[in-house]
């Protein structure tokens, strides 16, 4: 009987153990602890941002970063149509609007060319999501924002080491976020963290992760609501053992993709779209490998012959506007995203996690093929 192959193991070979120990050790488990700092200030210059602020998850970095830009209601925040719901649910619960753009065919980030035509007097901020291994084609983001006075987040949680034109995904933001799930290039479990080079918004995004306390205040006197938001010192050691293998990582990525690249070329001939390798202003770094099918039946029945197989996959996220807890809100009536929704109906990917061994690689190849 064949084992079965997930969509994702994380690789946790290097000194994880070791610094986790010294937390047990110690005694530094909760969101004291001295690798938070040193995992703070790794990621940050890593990125080359000069605050980090780690939080328990990408979500929660979202949350923090809306309201640390005093976004709220009557606002309106641009986002692609397809992503992951963090990006709209954060807005929402603040009372603001997400305003959603299709997507480009290519590369499945947001359609740049349609954002300008969605700023209103009303919009504060763009939010851009670099989605599954290309980042968003900055420059013209940048270019609008400056234009119109607005205000961008950078949602990177898929792009660590990925770079635009040869600077890091993540150091483009007036406030960026990354998470640190189990599928990320490296993780914590669960985790996040916001990047910002101001001094005022990282303070600010500090105190609403740890429920508003005032730092030279009384202890247990607020003056505004926060969240408890912390990452522990656990979760810091397992991400600084993590941040030390990135470069490894990244590498074990790209090679990964490239083999699926060559491997499964002839979907093309039937009508699959695979992955663009690369663009004017990068190389796919491939967090996940994905594919979009011709059809719907089509996806249906190469996912079923994949999970007889014990070959784990996922579909790619869903569009905003056709969530049906935004429905229900009456949000995004009649509103239509095409390319959006062919990707959402068609397409998933494949395993393409870290722990992925080259020889289940091939298993996965050969049942496909």
Known sequence: MSKPIPVNTPLLNGNELKYVTECIKTGWI????????????????????????????GSAALDIAIKALNITKGDEVIIPAFTIISPAQSIITAGALPVLVDSDSLTWNIDITQIEAKIT????????????GLPVDMDPVIELAKKYNLKIIEDA?????????????????????????????????????????????AERCRKLRNLCFEPNGPRFIHHEIGWNYRMTNLQAALGLAQLEQIDHFIKKKR???????????SLRTRGYQLPLEKTDFSENIYWVFGLVSPSIE???????LLTASKIGTRPFFWCMHEQPVFQKMGLFKNESYPVAERLAR????????????????????????
């Open 121 to 132: 007097s009303r919009t504060r901020a763009i939010l851009v999501v670099h989605i599954y």
């Open 30 to 57: 909760s969101s004291e602890g001295p690798f938070i700092s040193k995992f703070e200030v790794g990621f940050s210059n890593y990125i080359g941002m000069q605050h980090g602020i780690a939080v328990s998850n």
């Open 346 to 369: 068609n397409g998933f990917y494949l395993p393409s996690g870290l722990g992925l061994s080259n020889e289940d690689q091939k298993v996965v190849i050969k049942c496909i093929n």
């Open 255 to 265: 090679a990964m993709g490239a083999f699926y690249q060559a491997a499964l070329s």
């Open 298 to 304: 089509e996806k249906n029945r190469i996912v079923d």
């Open 157 to 201: 949680a898929e792009m660590h080491g990925q770079t635009y034109k040869g600077k890091m995904c993540g150091s483009f933001g007036d406030i960026s976020i990354f998470s640190f799930y189990p599928n990320k290039h490296i993780t914590t479990g669960e985790g996040g963290m916001l990047l910002t080079n101001n001094v005022e918004l």
